[in-house]
Nanobody
Framework: QVQLVESGGGSVQAGGSLRLSCRYS????????MGWFRQAPGKEREGVAG?????TYADSVKGRFTISKDNEKNTLFLQMNSLKPEDTAMYYC????????????????????WGQGTQVTVSS
């Protein structure tokens, strides 16, 4: 059964750091592309970081967030530093189940397998 399970969310003060993890099942072919997305209340889900052969970041997190993947441990990570209150959201891990190319790595509509999410709250 294809499965993504996120962990590592929590509450931190502005300027703090968190590391999100996403364990994915062996059915996931991670080389098709994986990513981190977030959704704040009342807002649309947005791409934060994607990883194929290269990593792609939303402008709002460039220089602060780092996406990485450990293929041996079937785990995707998101290191988040210098957190801001506007980073508060539910964070989701996602994977593509087929090859769609290198385009739109931050477009949620190109991903079809999702985790349940982990909450990140940043206080000022």
């Amino acid at each position: 059964q294809v499965q993504l399970v996120e962990s590592g969310g929590g509450s931190v003060q502005a300027g703090g750091s968190l590391r999100l993890s996403c364990r994915y099942s062996r059915d996931i072919y991670s080389n098709y592309g994986m990513g981190w997305f977030r959704q704040a209340p009342g807002k649309e889900r947005e791409g934060v970081a994607g990883i194929l052969d290269i990593s792609t970041y939303a402008d709002s997190v460039k220089g602060r967030f780092t996406i990485s993947k450990d293929n041996e441990k079937n785990t995707l990570f998101l290191q988040m530093n210098s957190l801001k209150p506007e980073d508060t959201a539910m964070y989701y891990c996602a994977a593509r189940s087929r090859w769609v190319g290198y385009t739109r790595p931050l477009d949620p509509s190109t991903y079809n397998t999702w985790g349940q999410g982990t909450q990140v709250t940043v206080s000022s």
